[in-house]
């Protein structure tokens, strides 16, 4: 995902200079201002780096080496298991200072992790400081870096108090308290059987939907393996692929599916924060830092210490699609990543004034927005898919990804429609996709999913010559077509700073229910068949009573029409779900 090769000396030493800094003093992509330091937890996307590093070799060393990094880590978060002797003769509470130094004398820092060590325990835990420049990178790491990492033995301060003496195993006993198997793992207990705000909305989608807590940990283990998920909807069969496509599986599945999830669950965790500890005017940083984690987590390091580097997380999926569906911002910006950091930079500094509704709200269209990339990814590939012949293991392998982290939301807006966008894309479904009823069934949720057709833009023909390709036009575009490629004319969007506001753009539609059935027909099918305008100027030219009776069976003949088509697309009208409300976690 990254937008250029990576440099063939370490990465840690490309990046010095940036931890040295500190992310708190640092705007992220010169928008959002931390004001808590995060910079060990951006550094989660040097996994993701390994991770499709380690795929793209193709081979079954390399697979088993990125599932280490997905279970065990490797950059993020750095701890060390020590064996002290002897053993502790009074309570050591959770995050007291430690110092010793390294196997070259060098001095390093951390602090007790995890739980207070007891009396008599001779376990340690120290996480390493992320304030400086760490060199020790362990856990999973196909290449591990001891250089900064505790001596094989020797002695450490635990508070301040005289030297204690120690061993341990670097290579064996230095872990990673942060990788992406435990996010998933975890996802049950912090945003589900949570104490406050649970279970949180969005995520209560996803498991209402796979009916599984840790369904991104499933998907990317069955493709490790090469089997088959156990959901209640949206199972995929990952022995249908070869290794080249589940290795895409794993990498599109594991950002889009596992840290999407997770930046909504730090947005929420802000916000709960505050509902229970704050008061008007008035929260400490901790609420804050959840935001800040959040903005963290959704950039990733790469693009912090390169800002030509798009990386391999959240901003880099906005920036890769918004250049192929015309929705960059004049300074090559996704439109959606400037939304996204200016929301996150107003709920911040909501929350920090103890304005719990005011963050509340930002998030949740933040977690509308950051659905725009996932739809635009599932249209791609789907187009590549069908129209495009394009039906290598690797555009199937994205294409699955893609509509798994968005089929949860789209069932809970149409259970139907997202039947018939899975149908087309699950696993082993390449060869029979048809790219009009995926946009169909995408465009007539917009609606419910808090989008519009000007946040999704339309699919640009690669050459550049100011075409959409054919068929593939924004679902609100009325401009001329051209015979000779069938394809539309477009103006490229040059949005503007404002476009930073908590609302979507006025091309948004509205849903409008049915009385047949309880159904909801999308009006976005109205969009461009002229019934409105033909109304407006019968009633604006007072044709009379004729004319008036004209127009209603118009009107009725028109919308039956439009409920046997849902009906024949649907299968029945009567299981639409009502397509309203705002997306939330």
């Given at each position: ?329 004049n300074n090559g910006m996704a439109r959606a990543n400037f939304q996204i950091y200016s929301l996150l930079e107003e709920g911040k500094n909501y929350l920090l004034q103890g304005n719990c509704t005011g963050a509340k709200l930002q998030k949740e269209r933040i977690t509308a927005l950051m659905a725009i990339p996932l739809v635009q990814g599932t249209l791609r ?205």
């Open positions: 995902m990254a937008s250029s090769s990576a440099s063939s000396y370490s990465l840690r030493q490309k990046m010095g200079e940036h931890h040295e800094r500190s992310l708190q003093q640092e705007m992220i992509m010169g928008i959002y201002q931390p004001v808590t330091h995060v910079v060990d937890k951006a550094d989660i996307d040097l996994d993701q780096r390994t991770i499709e590093g380690r795929l793209a070799l193709g081979t079954s060393e390399g697979t088993d080496q990125a599932q280490k990094v997905f279970e065990k880590g490797a950059y993020s978060k750095p701890y060390a298991y020590l064996t002290l002797s002897p053993a502790l003769t009074a309570i050591v509470p959770v995050g007291t200072n430690v110092t010793g130094q390294t196997a070259n004398g060098v001095e390093i820092r951390g602090t007790t992790y995890e739980m207070d060590a007891q009396v008599g325990d001779t376990p340690l835990l120290v996480r390493y400081s992320s304030e400086n420049n760490q060199q020790c990178l362990v856990g999973g790491n196909p290449n591990p870096n001891t250089t900064g990492c505790f001596a094989e033995s020797g002695t450490i301060s635990i508070g301040g108090g005289p030297p204690h003496s120690y061993s341990y195993r670097p290579l064996e006993d230095n872990y990673n308290g942060r990788n992406f198997q435990k996010w998933s793992i975890e996802a049950k207990k912090k945003m589900y059987s949570c104490d406050t705000g649970c279970p949180f909305a969005t995520y209560n989608k996803f498991y209402q939907y796979y009916n599984s807590f840790d369904y991104a940990n499933q998907w990317v283990t069955a493709a490790f393996a090469g089997n088959s998920t156990s959901f209640a909807n949206g199972n995929a069969d990952f022995s249908k692929l070869g290794l080249e496509g589940r290795a895409a599986a794993i990498r599109y599945g594991n950002v889009y599916m596992n840290v999407w999830m997770h930046v909504i669950k730090k947005m929420q965790g802000g916000i709960n924060i505050c509902e229970t500890t704050c008061s008007p005017g008035s929260c400490s940083n901790d609420t804050a830092h959840e935001f800040d984690q959040a903005a963290a987590y959704y950039t990733g390091s790469e693009p912090l210490a390169n800002a030509k580097v798009d990386g391999y997380m959240l901003y880099a999926l906005a920036q890769v699609e918004c250049k192929k569906f015309g929705t960059c911002l590939t789907a187009y590549a898919l069908d129209v495009q012949y394009n039906r290598q293991e690797t555009t199937q392998g994205q294409a699955a990804a893609f509509a798994a982290a968005v089929l949860p939301i789209l069932h809970a807006c149409s259970a139907p429609r997202a039947l018939q966008v899975y149908i087309d894309l699950a696993v082993g479904s390449g060869n029979s996709v048809s790219y009009e009823v995926i946009k169909d069934a995408l465009e007539k949720t917009y609606d419910c999913l808090q989008i519009s057709c000007h946040d999704v833009g339309g699919l640009l023909d690669p050459v550049g010559n100011g075409l959409y390709l054919k068929g593939a036009a924004p679902c609100d575009f009325t401009g001329p077509t051209s015979a000779s490629t069938g394809s539309s004319q477009y103006n490229v969007p040059t949005g503007t700073q404002s476009t930073g506001s908590s609302q979507s753009s006025s091309s948004s539609t509205t849903s409008t229910s049915s009385s047949s059935g309880g159904s909801a027909v999308s009006a976005s099918h109205k969009r461009t068949d002229g019934g409105d305008a033909n109304v407006g100027l019968a009633v604006g030219l007072t044709l009379g009573l004729a004319a008036f009776i004209v127009v209603v069976v118009m009107l009725v003949t028109r919308s039956k029409n439009q409920v046997e088509f849902d009906t024949a697309v649907d299968g029945t009208v009567a299981e639409e779900l009502e397509m309203s409300g705002p997306v939330s976690a």
